[in-house]
């Protein structure tokens, strides 16, 4: 809740600016100006995830001197939002010569009253000019283990406060209708139970309500840091401007540039998810059914793609991200891993890393990447459904002509079906369009990297569901 209010705020106020929501209210006092935010960006089309740490510039140089650089304060604005989404299925069969009709509709609103905020900005001049000369103690424990990550270094340059207590309330109603047999669903999707009955309605409301105090911040911005072999290191001070740390060929190395990189081409990615198949079947179809359920709780999403990484660079899990996670979402997400059963061998090239985990790893930070809309389609999706979407990409990847209608993987040439593929898209800026003959595909300027994503997430799914042995 506190993430997605963040969120909202910060695309409301700053589209395609420098701010950065902060996503657990622990971090916030950690986020004093100068302190120090990691960076990190495994694969290349991920979006950077920042970590506080709890250490400031200060910390990091050589000899005792503290720095203290002036901070401005002003008044920011007042800010009240309220979001809200709509969502709605229908799903018809046949039982015997009895039909059954299940419609499902939901809202969620999301309301967040931050009410007066304040800025805090850090005088960057009198910054550089405190800090000329001093070198980074290259020993310091942070800086060795962000060096074995090739992870980022940055400043907190500027940080939005509330001023007063203030609230986050998410509110949803879930409402189902049943006729003609009564079905027991999951929104949108599930196993039906049957028994006889002309009609019902199930309506089920929640309100959750986060008291914020005063002095939480919600938004910051940073500065990178480049720095050298020998300690020396720049503020990087132009916007876009990517630091790191530099390596034994004399560049800066950033968090794009780590093992797990590879180029935007998608089958070779896909082959990086090929492991996954080499699980048995049971294990595949525990992991496939664990996934689905993961993908309706962003927090424990967030939590699995932040152990995996972890694992991949061959660290512990950070206790303190364990604070905002409830004890269910603890146990949904060691039941994953369970199945992942990551190893410590070399294949793949990797020394360390089992292909199955850089595998699961792959398809995780894929899934955590997709809008919430994505994820709850994806939550609700067939293996049927799933085999045929992963062929129709497949198809449609391998082809820069329309395909013919009759090329359609079978289970798509059901309207239903086919309808729940073209939302599929269309969540990630893609149109799927047909006549009466054709299919094709249709993309906006910059389709971004969702479709490509979408791709990856469809086809590592699929692999945890097929049949085969």
């Known amino acids: 809740m506190f993430s997605k209010a963040t969120a909202n705020f910060v695309r409301q106020i ?70 809200g989404d709509q969502f709605s299925g229908k799903l018809e069969a046949e039982a015997g010569s009895v039909g059954v009709t299940l419609e499902g509709r939901g809202t969620t609103t999301l309301q967040s009253s931050f009410g007066k905020l304040r800025r805090e900005e850090l005088d960057v001049k009198k910054l550089l000019n405190d800090s000329s000369n001093r070198l980074v103690d290259m020993q310091h424990v942070l800086v060795q283990q962000l060096k074995k990550r ?7 340059k500027e940080r939005i406060l509330t001023t007063s207590s203030c609230t986050v309330t998410q509110t949803k109603k879930d409402d189902c209708t049943c006729q003609g047999l009564l079905g027991l669903v999951g929104m949108l999707g599930g196993s039906v139970k049957v028994c006889v009955k002309e009609s019902n309605e199930i309506v089920m409301d929640s309100d959750v309500s986060l008291e914020i105090p005063p002095g939480t911040v919600i938004a910051y911005s940073i500065l990178e840091l480049e720095i050298k072999k020998n300690g020396d290191y720049q503020i990087c001070l132009q916007p876009g401007t990517i630091g790191g740390f530099e390596d034994d060929t004399g560049d800066s190395v950033s968090s794009h540039d780590s093992f797990n990189t590879v180029d935007g081409n998608v089958p070779n990615l896909e082959m990086n998810l090929s492991p996954l198949a080499g699980l048995p079947r049971s294990t595949r179809r525990a992991l496939f059914l664990k996934l689905q359920e993961v993908l309706t709780d962003s927090v424990a999403l967030t939590y699995l793609q932040s152990y995996v990484s ?75 459904f799933l085999e045929a979407f992963d062929t129709l990409m497949c198809m449609l990847k391998e082809s820069s002509q329309p395909l013919p209608i009759q090329s359609l993987p079978v289970p798509l040439q059901n309207n239903q079906t086919f309808k729940l593929a ?34 990856l997430s469809i086809h590592g799914l699929f692999l945890l569901c097929s049949e085969q042995k």
Request: aromatic share 4%; charged share 25%; net charge negative.
């Open 14 to 83: 700053d589209p395609e600016g420098s701010l950065i929501h902060v996503s657990r209210v622990n971090d916030s006092h950690k986020l004093v100006p100068i302190a120090l935010v990691v960076k990190r960006r495994i694969w290349f089309w991920q979006r950077p995830k920042y970590q506080p740490t709890d250490f400031t510039l200060s910390d990091l140089l050589q000899d005792e001197k503290v720095l203290s650089p002036g901070v401005s304060e002003t008044e920011f604005l007042s800010y009240n939002g309220t979001f």
């Open 150 to 156: 090739n992870d980022v270094l940055a400043v907190v």
């Open 310 to 384: 972890d694992l991949c660079s061959g660290e512990t899990l950070n206790v303190e991200r364990m604070k905002d996670v409830l004890e269910s979402q603890k146990k949904l997400v060691t039941a994953i891993l369970d199945c992942i059963g990551p190893g410590s061998g070399t294949e793949n090239g990797q020394s360390g890393l089992s292909a199955r985990l850089i595998a699961a790893h792959l398809l995780v930070s894929a899934l955590e990447e997709l809008p919430d809309e994505t994820l709850t389609l994806l939550s609700k999706s067939r293996p049927d």
């Open 422 to 455: 073209e939302q599929l898209l269309s969540s990630t800026s893609v149109t799927l369009r047909r006549d009466a003959n054709r299919l094709w595909v249709e993309t906006g300027d910059e389709p971004g990297v969702l479709p490509l994503v979408l791709c």
